[in-house]
């Protein structure tokens, strides 16, 4: 069974342009949610999308937003890019709501803000 | 306000030795705490998990250690080896999707041979 896969791996954007990042769960899973980690802060959580739902949604800006499609794969978008959205944002899937199921982690995607 | 804090940030063990990483949480609501294991360049990657209906749960060198009424848990690596040497995070959440994870700091763990 394929695991978790994040699109693209590694990104350079300049400040205020905006991003889009693109995670695929391992078939069959409902969930998705979405991290960010940083060396200072460890990893934060963002927001679950369950059935194509926000279920859950962390202590971030708006500018961070998500939407998840009817085959479960999800998309993250950041929009006016800052310095500090320079992370490695994660993305897990797990058959269930993600309180209390095990997550499966993807590589995360790199983003590098200049 | 980081609900469960995790100890040390680093630590550092000889082959063989027992690597021992602890964390603490408020949140009396918390039914599922699970471990993670995160490689350079990976994402993490559960390694055990444990409800407070026990009081410990071995898999193979790891083991869970829980206290309900301190509000602490605890992973234990026994026989530690140099593959064990990655970041680890505890977790804590609630099952039925009103709460959501909440991880730990992390730990870095070498273990030299």
């Known amino acids: 069974k394929a695991g978790v896969t994040q699109t693209p791996r590694y990104l350079i954007k300049t400040r205020g342009q905006q991003v889009t990042l693109s995670c695929s769960p391992i078939?069959?899973?409902?969930?998705v949610s979405w991290y960010q980690q940083t060396p200072g802060q460890g990893l934060q959580f963002l927001f679950e999308?369950?059935?194509?739902?926000?279920?859950n949604k962390g202590n971030f800006p708006g500018r961070f937003s998500g939407r998840q499609f009817s085959n479960s794969r999800s998309e993250m978008n950041v929009s006016t890019l800052e310095l500090g959205d320079s992370a490695l944002y994660l993305c897990a899937s797990s058959l269930e709501l993600a309180g209390g199921d095990e997550q499966f982690f993807g590589p995360g995607t790199r983003l590098t803000v200049l | 306000q980081q609900q469960v804090k995790q100890s040390p940030q680093s630590l550092i063990v000889q082959k063989g030795g027992i690597s021992i990483i602890n964390c603490a949480y408020e949140n009396t609501a918390f039914d599922y705490f699970p471990w993670y294991q995160q490689f350079p360049g990976k994402g993490p990657a559960l390694l055990i998990a444990i409800r407070p209906d026990v009081s410990e749960k071995k898999e193979g060198r790891f083991t869970i250690s829980f206290n309900k009424s301190a509000k602490q848990f605890s992973l234990h690596i026994m026989d530690s080896q140099p593959g064990d040497s990655a970041t680890y995070f505890c977790a804590a959440s609630r099952t039925g999707g009103s709460y959501i994870p909440t991880f730990g700091r992390g730990t870095s763990l070498i273990v030299h041979p």
């Open positions: 999308y369950f059935s194509e739902t926000q279920r």
């Open positions: 078939s069959g899973h409902r969930s």
